[in-house]
C-alpha cells in the first residue's frame, strides 16, 4: 500500500533519472508531492529528497513498461517526457501507478483525468513536432546548414528522423534555443548534443540572396485578393514568425514587433540539462566553435 510523503523527489532532469524516482517511490511505497528538476523552480517549501540517477534502476523500470503495460505505453512515457506538459514528472508517475495497476487497457482508459492530460500532452507534441518538418528554414555557412527553432516540447528526437532521412548527404544543425540542444548531422553519422547559448554567423552575399529570392517567391504566388491574415496565423501560428525569413520584413510583410515577439516567442519551458549523446560531427563543431 503506496503512503503519501511529504516529500520533493529531485532529480537530474534526465528521462532516466525520472525513472529512478518510479523506483524510489515502489522501492519505499511512497508518493511524493512532486517531482521537479535540479535547478528548476520548485514552488513549495518541502523537504527535498535527491534521487541520484542510477543507469541500472533506470532499465529495470524501462524494460518492465512494454512487459507490464505495453509498446504503446512506453513509448507514450518517452513522449510524455520531451512535452511540456505542467508537472509532467508527476503526470508520469501517476499514470504508471495507473498502468503497473490495470496493465495494457490503461491505454483505453480516456476518460480517466491522468491518461487524458497525458494523451493531450503527447499530442501537442506531435503536432507542434509536425509543424516544424515544414517550418524550420535552413542558412548555409559554408560546408553546412543550421537553423534555429525556440519549441515548447522538446522536438529534436522527435523530427531526428524526419531531417536525417530528407538531407542524407548534407551536414546540418537544427538548434533547439530553448532547451539548449542541438541536432547535428554529417553523412553517416548523427547525435543530439547539448548547445547553450550559440549565435548563428551573419550570412554571406550568396546566402542573402537567397533569401532574397524565397520571400520574392514566397509572395510572388500568394493572391492578393484572398488573403486571410486570420486564416494564416492559425496555420502558421505566430510564435514561429522569428526564425523564418519570409515573415520577417520585406515586400510589404512586416516584422513582428519586439512586445509580440516577447509574448510569442519566448516560451517558459524548463531547459533538459543533459543529453547523453555521441560525440559531434567534426564540420558541425567546426561552425560551432569557428563562426563564418
Not at 123 to 143: D, K
Request: charged share 25%; hydrophobic share 40%.
Amino acid at each position: 500500500m503506496f503512503k503519501p510523503s511529504a516529500l520533493a523527489y529531485t532529480y537530474d532532469g534526465s528521462f532516466e533519472g525520472l525513472l529512478c524516482c518510479v523506483f524510489e517511490s515502489y522501492a519505499w511505497k511512497e508518493i511524493p508531492l512532486t517531482i521537479h528538476a535540479d535547478g528548476g523552480e520548485q514552488g513549495l517549501l518541502l523537504e527535498a529528497k535527491w534521487i541520484e540517477t542510477d543507469m541500472d534502476k533506470a532499465a529495470r523500470v524501462l524494460k518492465s513498461l512494454p512487459l507490464r503495460i505495453g509498446r504503446e505505453a512506453e513509448e507514450l512515457v518517452r513522449l510524455g517526457f520531451w512535452s511540456c506538459a505542467p508537472d509532467k514528472e508527476m503526470l508520469l508517475l501517476n499514470f504508471l501507478y495507473l498502468g503497473f495497476q490495470h496493465g495494457r487497457k490503461v491505454m483505453n482508459m480516456l476518460a480517466d483525468d491522468t491518461v487524458n492530460a497525458l494523451m493531450k500532452a503527447v499530442q501537442q507534441l506531435r503536432h507542434e513536432a509536425h509543424l516544424y518538418t515544414g517550418f524550420v528554414r535552413f542558412s548555409v555557412y559554408g560546408p553546412v546548414m543550421a537553423a534555429v527553432i525556440e519549441p515548447q516540447g522538446y522536438v529534436l528526437p522527435v523530427i531526428r528522423e524526419h531531417f536525417c532521412d530528407r538531407f542524407q548527404g548534407e551536414s546540418f544543425m537544427i538548434y533547439d534555443q530553448t532547451h539548449g540542444a542541438a541536432l547535428i548531422h554529417e553523412p553517416g553519422r548523427e547525435a543530439i548534443v547539448p548547445l547553450s547559448g550559440w549565435t548563428p554567423p551573419d550570412p554571406d552575399e550568396t546566402e542573402e540572396a537567397y533569401r532574397r529570392l524565397w520571400t520574392g517567391f514566397y509572395h510572388a504566388i500568394g493572391i492578393k485578393e484572398r488573403r486571410n491574415d486570420r486564416l494564416r496565423s492559425s496555420k502558421m501560428p505566430k510564435r514561429y514568425w522569428k526564425h523564418m525569413v519570409e515573415m520577417n520584413g520585406g515586400d510589404g510583410m512586416p516584422a513582428l514587433t519586439a512586445a509580440q515577439r516577447k509574448k510569442a516567442l519566448q516560451p517558459e519551458v524548463p531547459a533538459i540539462p543533459e543529453v547523453r549523446e555521441t560525440p559531434a560531427p567534426s564540420a558541425v563543431l567546426q561552425l560551432i566553435d569557428n563562426p563564418i
